[in-house]
């Protein structure tokens, strides 16, 4: 299938180059012919995939990866915070309350004495 697509994508380079009528019945006659091998594949590989195992979780998941609705593992991101490369989840979850609750303090008192000086 790799050769498959690839000879495809020199076919479709050289069918753009080129204005013979013969070369792009040939590359449109190739497409379709590969898309139906592509899903064939596909419908073998689910349908092993479905024989081997819990038949509801896997064509759910089967469905899911066809739809596009399959959602990634997370990755906890990588902090840095003071020089220091926090990757543990909860030092990053701290640092972030930490973040944020000093900048509520700060904001709360320069709130203060814009407060003050407006009263003078």
């Known amino acids: 299938m790799k050769i498959s697509c690839k000879h495809n994508r020199s076919l479709y380079a050289f069918t753009k180059s080129s204005n013979y009528p013969k070369a792009k019945a040939y590359y449109i006659k190739y497409c379709k012919i590969l898309s139906q091998v592509i899903k ?4 073998q590989h689910y349908s092993r995939l479905i024989a081997k195992s ?3 979780k896997t064509t ?4 899911k990866k066809e739809t596009g609705k399959v ?5 906890i991101p990588n902090l840095l915070v ?3 490369k926090l990757k543990d989840p909860t030092d990053v979850a701290n640092a972030f309350n930490n973040f944020f609750t000093t ?12 407060e003050m000086l407006s009263q003078f």
Do not use: F, G, P, R
Not at 71 to 75: A, L, T, Y
């Open 82 to 84: 003071n020089d220091v």
């Open 71 to 75: 959602h990634s593992v997370e990755q």
């Open 40 to 43: 064939e594949a596909k419908n």
């Open 103 to 114: 900048t509520t303090q700060k904001l709360n008192i320069q709130q203060y004495k814009k």
């Open 54 to 56: 819990n038949k509801i």
């Open 60 to 63: 759910s998941s089967i469905i």
